[in-house]
């Protein structure tokens, strides 16, 4: 069965390390999508990708990067991580229609 | 600024009973709604969506009402049973401007006791 699937599912780190959030779908959606989970604000979009070689900044895209080198990976880069990236992540594909599937979710903490 | 907004953090319901979430926007570019529910440790899954050319849209138990002129869209649950409790998430899209992309409220925590 198609799936998409995120790792590590919990990860603590310190402030200032580099951190790589992968996610891994076998949907083959074109559509891919990165958002964090915190307490009063749902779910906020970080970064997306349409397809091989495109990226895009959500609405809380500072401090993360991402690449889109095939049609299944989109991974997920704290540059430096920060206290105020302690949060859960989600990853989410789609087609060209609006479900979105989303993945199992990443607990990150930083210490 | 907040686009999709779900006011109420949490609702309580008894089983067998009614429950009703409710969710308000203020993109009138938005032509697409959904709703997502969410258990614990899980991530979020498709529940039910409304197009902004339709006023309703219904699955087994779940309704979507839309009220354009007024910005809201309320999702009805009936009858409650203990395993809906779970976040619920309104999310929207705008096509034109957004692409596929979606905009998602805060959540409501929705509780059915036995």
């Known amino acids: 069965d198609a799936e998409i699937t995120q790792s590590p599912r919990h990860k603590i780190t310190e402030t200032g390390r580099q951190v790589t959030l992968a996610c891994h779908q076998t949907w083959n959606h074109n559509n891919m999508f990165w958002y964090r989970q915190d307490l009063g604000h749902g779910l906020r979009l970080i970064h997306y990708s349409y397809g091989v070689q495109d990226t895009n900044k959500g609405e809380v895209s500072d401090g993360y990067s991402v690449s889109r080198s095939n049609t299944e990976d989109l991974p997920l880069t704290l540059e430096s991580a920060a206290s105020s990236q302690t949060s859960v992540y989600f990853c989410a594909s789609s087609t060209s229609s609006y479900e979105q599937y989303f993945g199992p979710g990443t607990r990150l903490t930083v210490t | 600024d907040q686009q999709v907004k779900q006011n109420s953090p949490s609702l309580s319901v008894q089983e067998g009973r009614i429950s009703i979430l409710n969710c308000d926007y203020t993109?009138?570019?938005?032509?697409?709604f959904l709703w997502y529910k969410k258990y614990p440790a899980e991530g979020p899954t498709f529940l039910i969506s409304i197009s902004s050319i339709k006023d309703k849209n219904e699955d087994g138990r779940f309704t979507v009402f839309l009220n354009k002129s007024a910005k809201h869209l309320s999702l009805h649950i009936v009858p409650s049973q203990p395993g809906d409790s779970a976040v619920y998430f309104c999310a929207a899209s705008a096509a034109q401007t957004s692409g596929s992309r979606l905009t998602f409220g805060e959540g409501t925590q929705l509780t059915v006791n036995p």
């Open positions: 993109n009138s570019m938005f032509d697409y």
